[in-house]
């Protein structure tokens, strides 16, 4: 279909690709495919070494596998319940009282979706009501961009300054208004490592109870932590109960980016509404991965911590890498991302670099303005790197990476 919309002007196949166009959404024509992933298909074709996508190269534990053949096995194998197996909803409600102190309602306040994607877009799609404003952080999430614009939302974005990605209160508080329906937080943050501290998170939960509005929040890396710094939910905090809307899945916490198994925890009103919608994008997460996923939820807590340590020391490793080879590093305190800042190399933009990178040297990173509204802002004298890698890939990279020269 692509190529008809490149027809020359005024040819017979640019009138068949404008009829066609008026055909297809024009939501879609605001957002283009993932960069992220587009990155993971030019590494492949390049052979480079893929630092992009957050996909780690190393085995989830073996008691996880065992679990999902298992399941396989004793032909849990049919439609699970649409909004989620009752095993992995009772596990769900063990871990959050657990981690975060909060009891929730297995039958009335969880959804289990396919991966926090569709957690997040069916959160949104259930919420969103045409002229409703949605507060995102930037830099952000690629994924929130188009999450906004298929619900249809008008997205209002607040600066993430570097070097501690802390926010100016008065601008935050500027975005709100009373057509605010939501903010979306992402703590531990992608691609910033920003973990936000109690004092931001209250901040932000005076804002939505002023607005009535909802904090939709993304805690996928909640376990991916440095440095003593510590996750807490939205949901946690006092007054949040019925405005928090909780994203999270197993991806990353388990080593299962590819099982797609997330959920959304949500006060009931909103939940019946997740419900709703997530029943008719896709029915329900995989049967058997939904089963595995009871079991992994009641892993010791010894595992969250060696998987912490296991990140701290690739994120330390990667540092030094990135540092030898000229990057100015920001020091990730979550997730397992670091954004650099590429003006030493004076590439004309991020874009440029990343393409230079990838075909040159033989690394693919992301490159920066793919995580902000407008690409000519701070992200165009940024890129990102991934180390949820084996020390090999990473070392791989560092021996590439050495060929860099900056000025
Ligand atoms: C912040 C954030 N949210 C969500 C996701 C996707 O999660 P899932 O695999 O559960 O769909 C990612 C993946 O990189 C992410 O970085």
Redesign the pocket.
């Known amino acids: 279909m692509r190529p008809m919309f490149n027809a020359p002007q005024g040819s017979p196949a640019e009138a068949v690709a404008q009829g066609v166009r008026r055909m297809l959404s024009t939501k879609v024509e605001r957002f283009t495919e993932s960069v992220?992933r587009e990155m993971t298909r030019l590494a492949m074709k390049h052979d480079a070494v893929n630092l992009a996508?957050?996909f780690p190269d190393f085995p989830c534990a073996p008691e996880i596998k065992e679990a999902a053949r298992q399941a396989i096995a004793d032909d849990d194998n049919q439609y699970a319940i649409t909004w989620g197996q009752k095993p992995l909803r009772d596990a769900l409600v063990e871990k959050f009282a657990r981690t975060q102190g909060v009891t929730i309602d297995p039958e009335r306040e969880i959804t289990v979706t396919c991966?926090?994607?569709?957690?997040?877009m069916a959160v949104m799609m259930a919420v969103i009501n045409p002229g409703d404003e949605a507060v995102i952080f930037e830099p952000f999430?690629e994924?929130y961009g188009p999450d906004v614009i298929l619900s249809g939302a008008q997205p209002r974005f607040v600066s993430l300054r570097p070097p501690d990605w802390s926010f100016d209160r008065d601008e935050l508080a500027a975005a709100f208004g009373p057509r605010t329906k939501a903010i979306i937080v992402?703590t531990p943050?992608?691609p910033t490592g920003k973990v936000f501290t109690r004092e931001e998170l209250e901040f932000i939960r005076d804002l939505c109870v002023r607005w009535n509005a909802f904090a939709i929040t993304?805690e996928?890396?909640e376990h991916i932590l440095y440095d003593g710094a510590e996750h807490i939910s939205m949901a946690a905090l006092d007054g949040m109960r019925d405005r928090a809307i909780v994203?999270n899945?197993?991806?990353?916490t388990y080593t299962v980016?590819g099982w797609?198994?997330?959920w959304a925890i949500a006060p009931p009103g909103p939940t019946e509404a997740i419900r709703k919608v997530h029943d008719f994008l896709t029915v329900g997460a995989a049967a058997p991965l939904q089963a595995a996923g009871a079991v992994a939820l009641r892993l010791p807590d010894s595992y969250y911590a060696q998987l912490a340590d296991k990140y701290r020391a690739k994120r330390d490793l990667m540092l030094g890498i990135l540092t030898g080879a000229g990057f100015n590093c920001i020091k990730p305190k979550g997730?397992y991302y670091i954004m650099t800042d590429i003006s030493r190399f004076g590439a004309k933009d991020d874009v440029a670099f990343a393409k230079y990178l990838i075909e040159e040297i033989g690394v693919a990173v992301v490159p920066g303005s793919s995580f902000y509204n407008d690409p000519a802002g701070p992200g165009s004298q940024q890129v990102r790197f991934a180390f949820c890698k084996v020390d090999e890939t990473l070392h791989a990279a560092g021996e590439r990476l050495s060929r860099l020269k900056p000025r």
């Open positions: 992220i996508q957050g991966g926090s994607t569709e957690a997040m999430y994924n992402n943050n992608n993304d996928i890396y994203v899945g197993m991806s990353k980016t797609r198994v997330g997730a």
